[in-house]
């Protein structure tokens, strides 16, 4: 079955440093995309970054890069140069073609909380 | 920018009230979802709509109903509010999916306690 697992309930960065937040997936279907979305403590879900699954380089955004390791099934958010306003709640999330085909619908994990800390 | 707006932010329902949770989104998305978050469980899929008047269960579709009468436009309803409701409800919209990027755009949520 379809899953997305996230280790790491909360963690601590200092300011300007960069940090890693974990995600792993399983799936069977070659054709998949994966998400990062950032919830600040306001509550709304905010599109951080995307990769696909035939996609030959990592995704990057600004201070936001995407380590996908297709082999490992590992898909880790990498945040530089952290800034106070980054502490929020990362989900990891994946849509399979199979599983979400023309509904795009998604899978998420349980979240990090990311702290940044002066 | 693109906007998807929940009615209200906080709500305290009593058991047994039926409750209206409305959602709407202005970017013409044939896709809407909803959503419930808690605490170690993440988001989990409690119905979704992949055009007006179509709706699909998710992965905990129990206890409510959905309702799209209109494209941008999608209800939640609990017909007979519990206490194990309480939680934050998230709608989502988006484009269909297949292999493109069709990102889901969110709501700012809705806080829901049954008391």
């Known amino acids: 079955a379809q899953k997305i697992t996230q280790t790491q309930p909360g963690m601590f960065v200092q300011e300007k440093e960069a940090v890693t937040l974990d995600c792993t997936y399983d799936t069977s279907d070659p054709s998949y995309g994966l998400f990062w979305y950032k919830q600040p403590s306001s509550g709304e879900m905010i599109f951080l970054i995307y990769?696909?699954?035939?996609?030959?380089q990592n995704a990057t955004e600004g201070r936001y890069s995407l380590n996908f390791q297709k082999a490992r099934k590992s898909a880790n958010l990498v945040i530089s140069a952290s800034q106070l306003g980054d502490s929020a709640m990362y989900f990891c999330a994946m849509r399979e073609a199979g599983y979400g085909g023309a509904t795009n619908k998604l899978i998420f994990g349980t979240g990090t909380l990311l702290a940044v800390q002066p | 920018d693109v906007k998807v707006t929940q009615s209200s932010r906080y709500l305290v329902k009593r058991t047994g009230e039926k409750v209206f949770l409305e959602c709407v989104q202005d970017?013409?998305?044939?896709?809407m979802f909803w959503y419930r978050q808690d605490p170690g469980l993440g988001l989990r899929l409690i119905y979704f709509s992949y055009d007006v008047k179509m709706k699909e269960k998710g992965d905990i579709p129990e206890g409510y109903s959905v309702s799209r009468e209109k494209k941008e436009r999608f209800s939640l309803i609990l017909e007979s509010a519990s206490t194990n409701q309480t939680s934050m409800y998230l709608c989502?919209?988006?484009?269909?999916?297949?292999?493109?990027?069709?990102?889901?755009?969110f709501g700012a949520g809705t806080r829901l306690s049954v008391l």
């Open positions: 970017m013409d998305h044939e896709n």
């Open positions: 990769q696909g699954s035939y996609d030959q």
């Open positions: 989502a919209s988006s484009s269909p999916g297949g292999l493109a990027k069709n990102i889901q755009y």
